[in-house]
């Protein structure tokens, strides 16, 4: 079994990137499990005095990262960067290493969005994790589709979801080559 473990970096509830994941998860072929991290909030602002004795919801975090085979991250674009929320959590693992050498994948559903993914491409990169070029893409999504029904029946938005699971299924393949009976029949 291959875990990508899947995090949005929005916590509106009616969030598009959100969806974008929970799509992603369902189109999950067998062998393959997405599991998506829906507790961003519940972590405390970054204080570095606590790295070595994190609060409970950072080990939470950090354990489901330590988990996961590939990480993959939608994230909306807020000031020209990546969320608040987002940035926090990924400061809580900078010099814990659970990101150290993972493929990552990152989705946004916006084409204004054009600062943010490199942002994170870099911070992803600076903390040890292997950005994935086929694994990161802008997903189009028209200003009236925001529900997982409403994605899952457009064939152009689910074969681009399924191609960055592709990517990131023969990429975690590769780097731990213990995962021979995971079949990639991916379109």
């Not at 969030?15 to 507790?39: F, I, W």
């Not at 994948?105 to 994935?132: C, D, Q």
């Not at 299924?169 to 080559?177: G, H, N, P, R």
Request: glycine fraction near 6%; include cysteine.
């Amino acid at each position: 079994m291959i875990r990508i473990l899947a995090i949005s970096g929005s916590l509106r509830k009616a969030s598009c990137n959100s969806a974008l994941l929970r799509v992603t998860a369902a189109l999950a072929p067998e062998g393959v499990e997405v599991v998506l991290y829906g507790k961003l909030g519940d972590l405390p602002l970054f204080n570095p005095d606590l790295e070595d004795a994190a609060p409970p919801p950072v080990l939470d975090f950090r354990a489901h990262l330590t988990a996961a085979n590939a990480i993959l991250i939608a994230s909306p674009e807020y000031a020209h960067g990546i969320t608040g929320v987002l940035k926090n959590a990924l400061d809580w693992v900078v010099g814990s290493g659970e990101f150290t050498d993972k493929p990552v994948g990152l989705l946004n559903g916006f084409e204004r969005s054009v600062y943010a993914p490199a942002a994170l491409a870099e911070i992803i990169t600076v903390i040890g994790g292997k950005v994935i070029p086929e694994a990161m893409r802008t997903i189009l999504l028209p200003t009236n589709v925001i529900t997982d029904q409403e994605i899952l029946a457009q064939p152009e938005l689910t074969a681009s979801l399924q191609a960055v699971l592709k990517a990131l299924v023969q990429t975690a393949d590769t780097l731990t080559s213990s995962y021979p009976d995971v079949k990639l029949e991916l379109a």
